[in-house]
């Protein structure tokens, strides 16, 4: 990158780490550092709850999903906005009445100390892991292209959220994610207009959508039930809903963003917020993705956007193999210019279709020519696209802003993370189960010890784990195997009086062994089941089950 690009990058990061540790540098009672003294505006709740969601996977995975995918991917998010209505109308006063610091609180006082105890403990497993996950997305992208050390990206990364965490928490989160949004959304709707003066002239938005549909890209809705593909409209509508109301409804990391508004009233504005904007604002991600697509029609795509990769090809004996697959790629590209220039023709569409078949019959075979070469090789490139694409065509100044939303991004999802983990292991696990009580201060200190235990903890993971799957599904996979479960337990309680403790407690085990055992065999080829369907099978299992063991009486 330019060195103006670096300047952009360094002062909007090192802007936020101080602005946040400053502006929340006297958090003196557990109140204030883990609720933020309730004095948050329902717009920043909104930003808050938005920013937490949307980290550098959702900037780095989701526009080459898109480019490779399509709009498709749009549907997942089609549940939200009635998991929304459904949490501000039921879940938001329940919290409000009973003044919790967690959600899990909630647990212990409809049903014991043990239900809220496994409920917190599974928060912990899935979002630890998602944590680790937030760090190290950007960090396997930005050390594959620049060189740089996976480790230590991680680290600079990790530590830098912690700093401001640990030293404002909740509200540090909270006033620092509005101007991450800021920066996110400047920098997205940057890189679109960008990406639209760089077409050809006479290639507007309306040509751009229509040659995004001969690539079969504009494809929203899919009404097929077939329970094996992953994103169709039931499974956004039914598996959607689920996950929205188990992420929003019942996760520390969100539930702790709008349990620091001012009032009931005030989070629910929030939330609502969130309802409206979040699948616009996830539509617009995809479309960008979908406008680089239509951009490489007029432009050669690398045949794999992993560019570290096809250097190590270079050293390879298959390195011939790869050449010839790259030359039969170019004819490709080659005919496809030849027909953009005579749109006028009426079989362009089927031409060109026929032309997006063989780049991606070409693509994949270049894909198995690199697994043979470089079996340890990760040759998923989705979460390369937008990157390459930003490095190699934007102008100076502009690639270090969007260097900064992805930045920007991880920070603020992380933050949220390991402030709910840290604020969960505090109050859920360790003050719920001691019995004397202790100052203030003492509890503040060791609410900080437990964030910086799971800053390292997320470091650590994001050193270990392998790039599998598309980033943005990896994350949602592992809160689709764990979220359906507790958000079981926690509508038993809202709505379901009469199921008692230990129905719910053993119902709540039973079921999240079987949701892992289900997905297991699923991944394995047993069968297939789309992931979103498991926080429904999850929910609604929890509740079958427990209303039968109440039915019999167990003992």
Known sequence: MHWIDWLVLGCTIGIIVAYGTWKTRSQNNLDSYIKGNNDLPWWMVGLSVMATQASAITFISTPGQAYHDGMGFVQFYFGLPIAMAIISLFF????????????????????????????????????????????????????????????????????????????????????????????????????????LKMLPDGVGLNESLKIAAMGDKLNILDFDMDMSKRYTFWSGITGGTFLALAYFGTDQSQVQRYLAAKSASESQKGLLFNGLFKVPLQFFILLTGVMVFVFYQYHKAPIFFNQAVLDLMEETP??????????????????????????????????????????????????????????????????YVFISFILKYFPVGLIGLLMAVILSAAMSSTASEINSLGTISLMDLYLSHREMEMPESHKIRLGKWFTFGWGIVAIAFACVVSLAENLIQLVNIIGSIFYGTVLGLFLIGFFIKKVKAKSAFISGVTVQVLVILIFVLSSVGYFTIGYLWLNAIGCLGVIAMALILETIKIK
């Open 92 to 195: 938001i006063p329940i919290y409000h009445k009973l003044k919790v610091f967690t959600a899990y609180e909630y647990l212990e006082c409809r049903f014991d100390k043990k239900t809220r105890t496994f409920a917190a403990v599974i928060f912990l497993i899935q979002r630890g892991m998602g944590a680790g996950i937030t760090i190290y997305a950007p960090s396997i992208i930005l050390a594959t292209i620049f060189g740089w050390n996976l480790n230590i990206l991680n680290v600079v990364i990790g530590v830098l959220v912690v700093i401001y965490t640990i030293s404002g928490g909740t509200k540090a989160v909270a006033v620092t994610q509005k101007y991450q949004m800021l920066i996110i959304m400047m920098g997205l709707v940057l890189a679109f207009i960008t990406i």
């Open 318 to 383: 298959y390195s011939e193999d790869l050449h010839a697959i790259e030359s039969d790629y170019s004819q490709v590209y080659v005919a496809r210019q030849k027909l953009l220039e005579n749109q006028k023709d009426v079989n362009i569409s089927t031409e060109m279709k026929k032309l997006n078949l063989q780049e991606m019959y070409l693509r994949n075979q270049a894909k198995d020519l690199i697994s043979q070469a470089l079996p340890d090789v990760e040759t998923n490139d989705k979460d």
